[in-house]
Nanobody, 120 residues
């Protein structure tokens, strides 16, 4: 089992910043990738950003240039620095970790979510 603990959400005004953190613990063999998804009110959960164990990053177009994903492999922690926040960024943000267990395959784990609210 892998547990993810998220923190850093809150209420901010447009143009301000927040930094989300997600720490993974438990029975981890190899972390293939860590990332963030979000779910706005009344909408489906969407991909936001990911970072592989090798450091490659990927972002949804709407956050490029504003959000930065990073990691600390030694601490099994992923971060999402969110700058120039907009009201449309308001959502519950979920941490995601993909773990490889060799011949046992690959598994996904999710955090409990942290609320980010951006006022206009």
């Amino acid at each position: 089992q892998v547990q993810l603990v998220e923190s850093g959400g809150g209420l901010v005004q447009s143009g301000e910043s927040l930094r989300l953190s997600c720490a993974a613990s438990g029975s981890i063999f190899v972390i293939t990738a860590m990332g963030w998804y979000r779910q706005a009110p009344g909408k489906q959960r969407e991909f936001v950003a990911t970072i592989t164990s090798g450091g490659s990053t990927n972002y949804v177009d709407s956050v490029k240039g504003r959000f930065t994903i990073s990691r600390d492999n030694a601490k099994n922690t992923v971060y999402l620095e969110m700058n120039s926040l907009k009201p449309e960024d308001t959502a519950v943000y979920y941490c995601n970790v993909v773990v490889s267990r060799g011949l046992l395959g690959t598994y996904d784990y999710w955090g409990q979510g942290t609320q980010v609210t951006v006022s206009s």
